[in-house]
């Protein structure tokens, strides 16, 4: 009985110890999301001072500047407007001299006439009576309703409500991006990435969702992204999209965002995720002198006239992985089993064999030396072919789907193991097939 209860406090201890490192991990989920939260938070608010620092200042500048302007062009009508008045004064106030000095030199003449003091000189009366035909019309002076009287106009009322509720406009706070990242899987020398529209207050009628990768790991939803040089990997109404041509073990941090129908601005950004992929990407094994590789063994090309099997590097297609076939060049077709696929074993000279799935240069499809009765389309020069697979564990079985051109055909493959080399055999030199 002693025996028995203290394996049951044991046992209680052990439930007890597990469950108190799940509370701990909860209690340190809990604090990743307080800090996600408070850093986004701080973060948003210095980014808000920033733009409306900078918005001030534009407008500020922007007003002081149409001031100047404005008070400009008051100047230089002013300036263009006094001027001709400025002339017609002059000589206005010139005759005006003059006139006052002919009457006053009249009064001293009419002074002398009545004094009779002096003899009048009928001569100076004479020539005092021609200078006032001199005088002639008065000069053309404009009327008030024909020089300038300047006037600013402002519609105010209107200007305010239309740059108030621009302000008004200026920004959102958004809680989270509209859409998120759900799922990123690991596919050879890839990541396979999924995302999804989130539930928010305003829906959204997204038109197109954008996909960016950084190297190296950026987890932080504050992160400063001019440490990370994120590039465009994707545009398009999908919801996932397949990133090829990454480095086993190298971290990548990904982010999406979408935009919205009827709008040019792209949403807030996801927030970031780290991602690894540790499956080595799809390479052609060594094979000179019968087949030469390039890029970095993606491409193969057939060399001699040898009926020798290439096979990939390693077993590199598994389980919920596919693989794809390009030609880019075709060479002559001189055996029937001469094709691309799928191998479970190595083999060296001929695709037809047990454990092998191929379709050949004509489209025929064999799988364990049967041949199937479904044809594809011929291998010609840039066609595509792909293998995907599904493997059923219980069953042991992998369900795999052949994909070429417009057709595809799905054969279940009883195995062992969900692991393959992909291959491809010809017989004559001139075939080159790029694997992705």
């Known amino acids: 009985m002693e025996e028995f209860c203290r394996k049951s406090i044991l046992e209680s201890i052990d439930l007890a110890t597990d469950y108190s490192v799940k509370l701990g991990d909860l209690i340190f989920s809990i604090t990743q999301a307080k800090k996600q939260i ?26 002081e500047k149409r001031r ?18 400025n002339e017609c004064q002059k000589v206005v106030q010139h005759k005006l001299e003059m006139t006052k000095k002919y009457i006053v030199e009249g009064r001293d003449i009419l002074d002398q006439l009545q004094n009779k003091k002096v003899p009048v000189d009928i001569k100076t009366n004479t020539n005092y009576g021609n200078q006032a035909s001199l005088m002639g019309g008065l000069p053309a002076v404009p009327g008030l309703n024909e020089v300038p009287a300047l006037t600013f106009q402002c519609d105010l009322d209107v200007i305010r409500e239309t740059l108030l509720q621009e302000i008004d406009d200026i920004g959102s706070v958004s809680s989270m991006g509209p859409v998120q990242l759900t799922n990123v899987e690991e596919k050879p020398g890839g990541l396979l990435v999924h995302w999804e529209e989130v539930e928010l207050d305003r829906p959204i009628d997204v038109q197109s969702f954008r996909l960016q990768v950084a190297s190296g790991s950026y987890p ?36 999406v965002c979408c935009m919205d129908a009827g709008s040019k601005l792209w949403s807030a950004w996801s927030v970031p995720r780290v991602a690894v992929t540790h499956t080595p990407p799809y390479v052609w094994r060594d094979c000179r002198p019968y087949y030469a590789t390039s890029v970095e063994g993606k491409i193969a090309c057939k ?42 074993d190595i083999i060296s000279t001929d695709l037809n064999q047990s454990g092998v799935l191929f379709i050949n240069a004509k489209g025929h499809v064999f799988l364990d030396k049967k041949e199937k009765t479904t044809r594809l389309p011929p291998l010609t020069k840039g066609c595509r072919v ?16 052949i994909d070429s051109e417009d057709k595809a055909v799905t054969y279940d493959w009883i195995l062992p193991a969900p692991s393959f080399y992909f291959v491809m055999c010809f017989r004559s030199p001139g075939w080159k097939i790029l694997v992705e």
């Not at 100047?75 to 008045?85: A, G, N, V």
């Not at 075709?330 to 089993?337: A, D, H, K, N, P």
């Open 38 to 63: 408070e850093d986004t938070a701080h973060l948003s608010s210095s980014e808000i001072d920033k733009v409306f620092d900078v918005l001030s200042s534009c407008v500020h500048k922007a007003l």
């Open 68 to 85: 100047a302007v404005l008070k400009g062009r008051v100047e230089r009508i002013e300036e263009q407007s006094l001027k001709p008045l």
């Open 220 to 255: 932080d939803a504050n992160q400063n992204h001019s440490e990370a040089l994120y590039r465009d990997l994707y545009e398009g109404l999908d919801c996932c999209h397949l990133i090829r041509d990454l480095s086993p073990g190298q971290p990548y941090t990904l982010r």
């Open 303 to 344: 060399q001699t006239s040898d009926n020798v099997v290439l096979l990939s590097s390693d077993l590199l297609v598994g389980a919920n992985h596919s693989i794809q076939f390009q030609v880019l060049e075709c060479g002559e077709t001189s055996e029937w089993t001469d094709g691309l696929g799928l191998a479970k």
């Open 386 to 401: 792909s293998f995907t697979c599904e493997y059923f564990r219980q069953q042991k079985k992998m369900r795999v789907n």
